[in-house]
């Protein structure tokens, strides 16, 4: 085992971390996990330079006021001091920084299918938060004088709770006041970048040469929003009506053709697979439509961070719940659910099923989100028996091993037969799957109690029409077991084919009833 041992220059003290404990890797630096204090991770570069030694010591002694430090979280992966290795004279090699757990790249939760397959309980409030949380990072970073610069998904994680973590924080750009310097950020990427860098760059400069501003990580942060709330969909995404190939996003970005902008003479229509824009708030919608085209010519007119936390703060409080799925959540102002809309249009692929056990997540007064709990699967291990034992085989059961059927006890069965079994799922149930639903699951059970309760006062308070009222239901019991619909209600049948076969047999005019009473009252006593 290869352990790695550092001091730090300014706190004092050593840290070590395993190298099988290596938490990311590229082509400049590689990042590891401390093993005294796992809220804590280095980052070890290949090489380093006396510029960007300097630019870390400049961020070292002014970060940022972190806006979630006070429910211990970190929203900025900030380096904390310099690390030199022990025993090895020369430069420092690395920092030490906050470490998060449990994240994913934010493109992990707004990628549909990534989103289901890694973190299905993730729903629209969760994407809304997670956009509201990433306004306030960057504007704690815009507060200190900060500059991002490479605004994209690769530098941002989010935990299954929408906490945002910015990370790769040596790329940001950095000014140093009192010397006049500018440490900038050396990357970039085309689909994040706002109009007036991408035609620079396209003039022969390189991201390296270009002084960013605020404005310019808004535009990125309005993108990587939209995305967050647009099922993935890049703002500038849509169908080239004209001829030839369709340009790049970079070419839409710079000629301004925002898809969902209600000026003529744009070539793109919306694309038909992503969610209407429509079904945003329309405070939202004024932002894009502010950064994406006042903001094409003039770069101070787009939205700050601030400005998009305000408003993702106050249209969060117009969110409502679907009826019939809990995990479905939408603005007021649409009329029905969208996202039902959605999985019929996708063929059933929901993009937030419902789970079992699983409701609707509920705001903190701080604003926080509760960590979303999936129902537990138990696994039952089974010993294998020991060599030589003699194995015995069954056939396998008709039944599909997906529906099981346990065995109820006599007092289970009979709550059955008027559903009473069933009451405390009411509410759920409802909730859940909206009243249609409801009402197909439950109302047999019901139903029969209700008519067996109708036959018997009938037969008391018409003792001549007990022939009538059983072979009505006899007529209801054989409707239930011939439709297809109904089938499988055996208990329900059964009950009201006895009831029924007992009131006719009552109602004949020379009825052995009295009889078999008597008989059965002899037996009894």
């Known amino acids: 085992m290869s352990v790695l041992r550092f001091k730090c220059l300014a706190r004092g003290g050593v840290v070590t971390a395993d190298k099988g404990c290596l938490l990311g890797t590229g082509g400049q630096a590689e990042v590891y ?52 290795p022990v025993g090895e004279p020369g430069a420092p090699a690395g920092f030490l920084m906050p470490r998060v757990h449990r994240v994913r790249s934010i493109g992990d939760f707004f990628n549909p299918k990534s989103r289901r397959e890694n973190c299905p309980g993730f729903n629209y409030l969760y994407l809304h938060r997670t956009a509201r949380n990433l306004a306030t990072a960057i504007h704690a970073l815009h507060a200190r004088g900060y500059v991002i610069g490479d605004v994209n998904e690769s530098n941002i994680l989010v935990s299954d709770t929408a906490l945002v973590t910015l990370v790769d924080v040596d790329s940001f750009q950095v000014t140093d006041p009192g010397r006049g310097v500018v440490y900038r950020c050396p990357v970039g990427r085309p689909d994040t970048t706002p109009p007036e860098l991408l035609a620079r760059l ?38 080239y009506d004209a001829e030839g190939e369709p340009p790049t996003y970079a070419d839409r970005i710079v000629a301004g053709h925002f898809p969902h902008s209600p000026r003529p003479g744009i070539p793109y229509r919306p694309v038909p697979s992503a969610p209407p824009f429509s079904n945003l708030a329309q405070p939202l919608r004024d932002l894009f439509s502010q950064c994406f085209e006042a903001g094409h010519e003039r770069p101070a007119a787009r939205p700050v ?28 102002h649409v009329p029905a659910c969208p996202w039902c809309e959605r999985t019929r249009q996708l063929a059933g692929r929901d993009p937030f099923p419902f789970i079992a056990g699983v409701t609707a997540p509920v705001v903190g007064p701080s604003g926080e989100l509760a960590a979303i709990k999936l129902p537990e699967r138990r696994v039952e291990t089974v010993q294998p028996p020991p060599p030589g034992t003699p194995l015995k085989l069954k056939l396998a059961s008709r039944k599909p091993a997906f529906a099981p059927r346990p065995k109820r006890a006599w007092f289970s069965r009979l709550l059955a037969l008027p559903g009473f079994n069933r009451l405390p799922e009411v509410w759920t149930e409802l909730a859940a799957t909206g009243t249609g639903r409801h009402l197909e699951k439950f109302w047999r059970g019901y139903v029969t109690w209700l008519l067996l309760a109708s036959a018997i006062t009938w037969q008391w308070l018409f003792p001549r029409r007990a022939l009538a009222c059983g072979l009505a239901l006899l007529l209801v019991a054989l409707w239930w077991k011939s439709r297809p619909s109904l089938r499988g209600r055996r208990w329900h049948a059964l009950a009201l084919t006895a009831a029924g076969l007992i009131l006719a047999l009552k109602g004949l005019p020379r009825s052995p009833w009295p009889q078999l009473w008597r008989a059965l009252e002899r037996l009894w006593s």
């Open 33 to 84: 996990g401390v093993a005294e204090d796992p809220a804590l991770a280095i980052k070890i570069y290949h090489k380093t330079t006396p510029e960007l030694l300097a630019k870390l010591r400049l961020m070292i002694h002014h970060p940022p006021r972190d806006p979630m430090a006070a429910k211990g979280h970190a929203s900025i992966a900030w380096p904390l001091d310099l690390l030199a």
């Open 202 to 239: 396209r003039a022969g400069s390189a991201f390296a040469d270009l002084d960013r501003l605020p404005e310019q990580d808004a535009f990125g942060l309005a993108v990587l929003i939209f995305q967050l709330l647009m099922e993935g969909t890049h703002p500038f995404a849509g169908v």
């Open 305 to 332: 961070a601030l400005a998009w936390r305000d408003a993702l703060d106050q249209t969060a409080r117009s969110l409502v719940v679907c009826q019939r799925n809990q995990q479905h959540l939408y603005f007021r």
